[in-house]
């Protein structure tokens, strides 16, 4: 169990009044109940060390002062936010990517959710100062993420060209440009589009998975996970489950035969010519006359590999062995591979009767049309792409059978193209 980040400071005083009413209201409609539920996972700790309120998915750290500021339907939204930044795993979901930013990302996210079910007069309301972006509704923490960085970076290179220096334009995108492809943590790398950002918001989500081993994550995971489908359960019992929090249950069937479904869009791919010549001799002994069946090799197959910092490994372990084992069955005549962050890292080529081998180390962010694009100019019959889904520049179908073979997507789906869930 890990520690408090902030200790309990008893000298400071909240309204408990006040927070229970805030508590009662969640807890008392059908509608906000299961984040009443999972409010009362969380352990309360008060503190003058966090502005507002703040979640790492163990304590509720509380701002007496914060407190002061809100009515009861306000404190409500609150809670239900940080219940929500828990049951979407935002505490374990932020990788390589700022502190700052994903804060930014994952408040537009769930402002807009709950923005959208809390419309009653009685019903919580958000307090000033929250992020307010009603498109993310239907983004995932990453994408917005994404979006709210290229419109960041957008927005500098705007205010350098009204600057109207074209020179100091020219050193600035090549700066932008190479923070991207690193890492986005706090204080590191040139390129930090987020540092500008006015936004803050109120109701953190503290990222813990550093201080955590690998077992502590699993644990984490699997606290998390638990939590709410409780609270799905709770308030499947009042009958009412909002859709958002539906949407945040890890499925189980989801992960149903994907290995099925890699095996059949890779046979799907084995060109089959019937043979009027060549009769199927099984047939022949019950005296009817049937086509025999050539099957030939499968020609080209480019598979593409997000390596954003993101990407799970034992999910690419799994997807790669799935693959060489496809790979060994159907004999394609030729295997790319394409290893992609943002844009192209590594290409292998692989020959039919070539030992094939897939690895992948993290990187940077995620851009799916470099790879798409340099797939295309190997005239693939089919194309693979292993990713967690985390960007939306799938730009035009390229017109050969696609597959998205995804990890961790949370609900992002592709314009075009099948999709196989990897657990
Ligand atoms: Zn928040």
């Known amino acids: 169990m890990l520690k408090p980040i902030f200790p309990n400071d008893d000298t400071l005083i909240i309204d408990r009044s006040k927070w229970l009413k805030a508590y009662s209201l969640l807890n008392s409609r059908s509608t906000t109940k299961a984040w009443a539920y999972i409010i009362q996972t969380l352990r309360l700790t008060v503190t003058d060390k966090v502005d507002t309120m703040a979640v790492d998915g163990y304590f509720l750290y509380v ?30 979901r932020r990788a390589w990517r700022n502190p700052k930013g994903w804060n930014i ?65 020219d050193g600035q ?119 025999g069946v050539i099957k030939e090799n499968v020609g080209r197959i480019a598979i593409c590999v997000d390596t954003s910092g993101s990407i799970s490994q034992p999910a690419l372990e799994a997807f790669a062995s799935e693959t060489r084992e496809i790979v060994e069955e159907i004999k394609p005549e030729h295997v790319t591979v394409i290893y992609c962050d943002t844009k192209v890292q590594r290409v292998e080529e692989f020959e039919h009767g070539d030992d094939f081998r897939m690895e992948a180390e993290g990187g940077g962010g995620t851009r799916f049309r470099p790879a798409i694009d340099r797939a295309l100019e190997t005239d693939p019959d089919a194309i693979i792409y292993f990713t967690d889904m985390g960007a ?23 314009p075009y193209g099948e999709m196989i869930d990897v657990e």
């Open 63 to 92: 701002n007496p002062s914060f407190i002061e500021g809100l009515s009861v339907r306000e404190l409500a939204f609150v809670m239900a936010h940080e219940a929500y930044h828990v049951a979407a795993r935002h505490h374990l």
């Open 105 to 169: 990302a994952a408040d537009a996210v769930i402002n807009a959710n709950l923005n959208e079910t809390f419309y009653g007069f009685q019903d919580p309301v958000m307090p000033k100062d929250g992020i307010d972006k009603p498109w993310a509704r239907s983004y995932t923490a990453e994408l917005a993420y994404e979006k709210l960085k290229k419109d960041q970076q957008e927005q500098q290179q705007q205010q350098g060209q009204d600057e109207g220096d074209d020179a100091q334009q």
């Open 392 to 414: 939306r520049d799938h730009g035009e179908d390229p017109g050969v059978p696609f597959l998205w073979a995804t990890y961790d997507r949370w609900g992002a789906t592709a």
């Open 173 to 291: 995108g090549q700066g932008q440009g190479d923070g991207q492809d690193g890492d986005e943590q706090q204080g590191q790398g040139g390129g930090n589009p987020f540092e500008d950002m006015k936004e803050q918001g109120w109701g953190d989500v503290i990222d813990r998975t550093d201080e955590m081993s690998t077992e502590e994550q699993i644990e984490a995971e699997e606290k998390a996970a638990k939590t709410v489908k409780r609270a799905v359960k709770v308030a499947q019992q009042q009958g009412h489950v909002p859709g958002c929090i539906k949407e945040l249950v890890p499925s189980d069937e989801a992960k149903q035969d994907w290995r099925e479904v890699l095996r059949t869009f890779a046979s799907n791919l084995i060109p089959t010519d019937y043979c009027w010549h060549k009769p199927d001799v099984r047939f022949l002994s019950q005296g009817s006359y049937m086509p």
